[in-house]
């Protein structure tokens, strides 16, 4: 029988989680975590090859992000995810799984291992946020008070035409991927209450010195959870010597560093990505 695969809508502290899901109940669960700005589709690549691994694939919008409901009384703090996370498999039935998580994502799945210890059985940490200061300085000049003016002129539609102009396209050498998270950006902050979440997810984990994450949490989730650290050798966003850095104070880890640049490596080396994942999950 082959895995099913779909979406659904699951109730959460009260408001509306979106998820994506493939594979069969009975298989070992993972749960996909998304970053900033962006949703469960961040993972389309991803979720067949998992499931046809033997997983149970379960991608999800948090709250403020894709489908999901985007009230400013959540919370986007890593302690509002974590507690959100936790609502999300009583929903949908799950005890424990491997986490697997992107950029934001992967500072929620070190939060939310540390919190909520027997929810977890393994992280999967995706050029994940959290394991150092270093990050894009545009995430850094966001989060100083007043940006949003800025992304609210950015985003007017006159603006809007001139992103979509293929011209613009050729002259700043954007590749479909390029094109594909520009959109996927557009319409999570498209609307006032996506802005809002975004600023306030944004500035709990950001400052303008870099990044707020503590190691602490990493170190002490590494002596009882099995790790997999996945990077892209130049990524432009958040640094693979914070993965390296990671490894060598947690031997115990595992790297998989791919060659080229980017920052979603599980969309540009999908297939490989979805390989080395659910060997780790299947053999840990």
């Not at 029988?1 to 408001?15: I, K, L, N, R, Y």
């Not at 940006?147 to 809007?160: D, F, I, K």
């Not at 498209?190 to 984990?205: H, I, K, N, S, Y």
């Not at 990044?211 to 949490?217: A, H, I, V, Y």
Request: charged share 20%.
């Amino acid at each position: 029988m082959g895995s099913a695969t779909g979406q659904g809508v699951v109730d959460v502290c009260g408001w509306h989680m979106a998820y994506r899901s493939a594979g069969r109940p009975g298989d070992p669960a993972i749960v996909l975590l998304h970053g900033l700005a962006s949703d469960s589709g961040t993972w389309d690549r991803a979720v067949a090859p998992l499931a046809e691994h033997g997983l149970r694939v379960l991608a999800v919008d948090l709250l403020g992000h894709g489908e999901s409901d985007k009230p400013a009384a959540a919370g986007y703090l890593l302690d509002d995810f974590a507690k959100q996370l936790d609502a999300f498999y009583a929903a949908v039935g799950i005890e424990h799984a491997t986490v697997c998580g992107h950029s934001l994502g992967g500072a929620i799945a070190v939060h939310f291992g540390y919190h909520y210890p027997h929810r977890v059985e393994r992280l999967v940490l995706v050029s994940a946020g959290g394991l150092g200061r270093e990050v894009h300085p545009v995430l850094r000049a966001a989060s100083v008070p007043g940006s949003e003016r800025v992304l609210r002129w950015a985003l007017r539609p006159r603006m809007r035409a001139l992103y979509a102009d293929p011209r613009l396209h050729r002259a700043l050498h954007l590749t479909p991927d390029n094109l594909v998270n520009l959109r996927r950006a557009a319409r999570a902050l498209g609307d006032e209450a996506g802005r809002e979440a975004f600023f306030a997810a944004l500035r709990g984990v950001i400052e303008p010195r870099g990044q707020r994450g503590s190691f602490l949490e990493m170190q002490y989730l590494a002596a009882q959870v099995p790790t997999l650290l996945v990077w892209s050798e130049r990524d432009g966003v958040i640094p693979v010597r914070h993965a390296r850095a990671t490894q060598r104070h947690l031997p115990g880890s595992r790297l998989l560093v791919f060659p080229g640049g980017g920052h979603e490596p599980h969309r540009r080396h999908a297939d490989e990505f979805a390989d080395a994942v659910a060997d780790f999950v299947l053999t840990t």
